[in-house]
């Protein structure tokens, strides 16, 4: 009974641990908004990026009033969980009350979300290998397939028809940035005195197209199309941390 | 003496005198009508080669109301004189007015023009419907600061003129701002034939500016047509004193909030019906008229009891001529609630009163349950607003430690992205289709065992054709039909899948129909002469030529 009470003692002691909040959540609580950036930008740094971690900097962000990079974060964080509830609740909240607007997700991106892209690439690897070596190993023994063959092989291949729109979707929802800029134009053409057509927003989510001149051109949630300039947006699928759009570049 | 010595003084004096510029001028014609066209030209004769003029255009200030463009310069590069005319049209005051006298810059000297002056009567005749002319369209009104004035520049054909194009608008606004809307626009049918270039122009501060505006327009004699490429240039100018005031305090509405004009509340559209308690919505008010729309300050909505006010995100419609104001609203209550009221005042510079505008509310029905913690039923009126700051609706509260076994990696790249992801799976299909390949080609020569068989049969009839010829050549009869024998036992064995000695003359006509009997006879018994005690029949000359014909036919069938 002894061993027993401290065995479940050593597997509660972890998940009391992930429950304290660190200084960045205690930040966070007391509304020092910028500290609790700084020290959840710095975690992520030292210890990984995950998609609580990026979802949690997201909700400082937002409280600081920087749309944009709130909306990388929460984009990213979704990348590596579709599901996570803090990110979702940060695009919800930004598109109901922050005025921030995205493209309404196609048919397939709402069925790639069900899991993240690497998961639908290894799950159609995995279905495609299955289905290969199905097809392979009884011709190489020289045997005839058996009836389990036969059927691992209908699954394997099912497997991989349903993968295949996930795959579109993900590859769908990685063509997308945020608007970056406070005051962004877009423009007819892309070039430096390109008419400027209509404005987006910081924090709008655009889906990108094809560059050119150093511009990029995009096509807003409601089906404006348009080119701005590349350093305008930041592309969801990208390094943890959003860039920092004010800091100059080495010579 | 005396005479010797005044000659010489004069010589001397003639030799130090200084040769003057001399500049003449000519306006055709001379006196013009008010508004009528003219041509200016200067002939300037100096007495050193002039060089190339510079900064002609800047340094000519026409009068008030007169437009006058250089239209074209003759200046050799070896020559003391030059030639500039001067295209303009009359100003609308009658009298004389004057150029002021200015300086033609050339590369060596500068030569000074004398006031020039044009003489405008209304004794002249002409026809103003003639010839085409430029007209500026704006109000001649007082103005207000933020106001936004739609003005235009009308260039409109004559009756031996048309305007076919226009270019180098200049504005000169001191106090105002000015965008051009639309350039080269077709004028209206009633207006007839020309262009019309509009402009918006808002006063940014009280008091009297100056506003000019200059352009060029491209005029042709009669039809126009790719024959007539006689266009020539024709300046406009304008200059017009603007008064602008500040919109009057005097029974100016508290919420006035800088529209001027006249305006239309179109209405309120809401995103959802029939929302739940705390979801938000989107109400859009949409006014429409001619006026500031872009400067108006979007009015106030203040939440009260039943409705939270989040500010929202606006998108303007320039193009439709209307302004959206747009507002995030909660409901904090079910039932059927109205919308806040949306009021905004105009100040119409026409009539220089004030208007109100009042939106109105639209009725919505608000599903779900009252949350508990609803302020209006528990608070007290006499405390205190906001004491607790409201949390932000909707954000999650951050996990920044939870962790999920399944959903792991980096936002940076996709595993497809992954440097030698594809080109293994790749090398790692080939493979698999190579070792697939290799086998299935084994087990197909296995279960047909023929095909190697008849592939070795047709080595050994080759090898004995070659050794046939070989014994030809030496005269050697018996090796020849030894060889040729021992190739076709092998040929027709590996067809009849048989033993090769077993072969007789009766297998190789199954084989090789129409093969001569007699001579295979002889070529068996040639062949096979020591195992028969009687001597073989002696060999015929074509013998040698038929067997080897047989071998090499057997060996042709497939």
Request: charge should be positive; charged fraction near 25%; hydrophobic fraction near 45%.
């Amino acid at each position: 009974m002894k061993t027993f009470a401290l065995l479940l003692l050593c597997w509660l002691a972890p998940l009391a641990a992930a429950e304290t909040p660190g200084a960045a959540g205690q930040a966070y609580a007391r509304g020092d908004y910028a500290a609790a950036v700084e020290l959840w930008g710095a975690e992520i740094r030292s210890d990984g990026v995950t998609a609580a971690r990026l979802a949690a900097l997201g909700n400082a962000e937002w409280r600081l009033g920087r749309k944009g990079r709130a909306m990388v974060c929460w984009e990213r964080a979704l990348l590596i969980d579709p599901r996570d509830p803090v990110a979702r609740a940060g695009i919800r909240h930004g598109l109901d009350a922050g005025g921030v607007e995205r493209p309404k997700p196609t048919a397939a991106e709402e069925y790639a979300a069900f899991l993240t892209a690497d998961l639908w690439l290894l799950l159609a690897v995995a279905a495609f290998w299955t289905t290969v070596l199905c097809v392979a190993v009884p011709r190489l023994r020289g045997r005839p397939a058996s009836e389990a063959n036969q059927w691992t092989r209908v699954g394997a291949l099912t497997v991989l028809a349903l993968c295949v729109p996930g795959l579109w979707g993900g590859r769908s929802l990685d063509a997308r940035a945020v608007i970056r800029r406070a005051e962004v134009s877009l423009r007819l053409t892309p070039t430096q005195f390109g008419e400027p057509l209509r404005g987006v927003a910081e924090g709008d989510v655009v889906r990108t197209e094809r560059p050119l001149n150093g511009h990029v051109r995009v096509r807003t949630a409601d089906g404006k199309t348009g080119w701005v300039r590349a350093g305008e947006i930041e592309a969801v699928r990208g390094p943890g941390l959003p860039a920092d759009l004010d800091q100059k570049t080495a010579p | 003496m005396r005479r010797l010595l005044a000659v010489c003084a004069g010589l001397v004096l003639g030799l130090l005198a200084r040769a003057e510029d001399r500049v003449s001028w000519e306006i055709t014609p001379r006196v013009t009508a008010p508004g009528q066209p003219f041509r200016l030209q200067i002939m300037v004769e100096s007495d050193v080669v002039l060089g190339g003029a510079q900064f002609i255009s800047r340094e000519i200030k026409p009068p008030r109301g007169m437009a006058l463009r250089l239209s074209g310069q003759i200046i050799r590069p070896d020559s003391n004189e030059a030639t500039f005319n001067f295209s303009g049209v009359a100003p609308e005051q009658l009298g004389e007015h004057v150029i002021p006298s200015f300086n033609l810059r050339f590369a060596r000297k500068a030569v000074t023009v004398p006031e020039i002056r044009l003489r405008v009567s209304d004794q002249v005749a002409y026809r103003r419907e003639a010839q085409a002319r430029a007209e500026l369209v704006l109000p001649d009104r007082v103005f207000y600061v933020g106001e936004l004035i739609r003005g235009a520049i009308r260039m409109r054909g004559g009756e031996d003129e048309a305007v076919v194009a226009s270019y180098g608008l200049e504005s000169l606004a001191e106090g105002f701002s000015m965008a051009v809307t639309a350039e080269r626009q077709a004028l209206p049918d009633e207006l007839g034939q020309g262009l019309q270039t509009t402009f918006d122009l808002t006063p940014i501060r009280e008091g009297v500016g100056e506003f000019s505006l200059n352009g060029i327009m491209l005029v042709q004699n009669g039809e126009a047509g790719v024959f007539n490429q006689g266009g020539r240039d024709r300046p406009f100018a304008f200059r017009r004193r603007l008064t602008v005031a500040h919109v009057p305090e005097r029974g100016r509405p508290p919420e006035w909030n800088g529209a001027i004009g006249r305006f239309v509340a179109e209405g309120l559209q809401v995103s959802k019906d029939r929302p739940e308690v705390g979801e938000p919505i989107r109400l859009r008010a949409i006014l429409t008229g001619d006026g500031n729309l872009d400067r108006i300050l979007p009015p106030d909505v203040r939440g009260d009891e039943t409705w939270d006010v989040l500010p929202a995100t606006e998108r303007r419609r320039h193009a439709e001529d209307q302004r959206m104001f747009v507002y995030t609203l909660v409901p904090r209550l079910p039932g059927k609630l109205r919308t806040p009221a949306v009021r905004l005042a105009a100040f119409d510079p026409a009539t220089k009163t004030f208007s109100r505008l009042e939106f109105a509310p639209l009725e919505l029905t608000v599903t779900g349950n009252a949350p508990a913690q609803v302020d209006l039923v528990t608070a007290d009126p006499a405390a205190p607003a906001a004491a607790q700051p409201k949390a932000v609706t909707g954000l999650a509260t951050p996990e920044p430690n939870r962790s999920s076994p399944f959903f792991r990696g980096s936002p940076a790249g996709s595993l497809g992205d992954a440097q030698g992801f594809w080109s293994a799976n790749a090398a790692a299909l080939g493979l698999v289709v190579a070792a697939t390949t290799v086998t299935g080609v084994l087990g197909y020569l296995a279960a047909h065992p023929e095909i190697r068989r008849r592939r070795r049969a047709r080595a050994v009839m080759r090898a004995a054709l070659a050794e046939a010829e070989a014994c030809r050549r030496r005269g050697d009869a018996r090796g020849l039909a030894a060889a040729v024998v021992r190739g076709l036992q092998t040929g027709v064995a590996a067809r009849l899948d048989a033993e090769d000695q077993a072969m007789t003359q009766s297998d190789v006509e199954r084989v090789l129909p129409g093969a001569d009997r007699a001579r295979l006879d002889g070529l068996f018994q040639r062949a096979h002469a020591d195992r028969f005690a009687s001597a073989p029949p002696p060999a015929d000359a074509g013998e040698a030529d038929a067997g080897l014909a047989l071998l090499r036919r057997l060996l042709a069938t497939r």
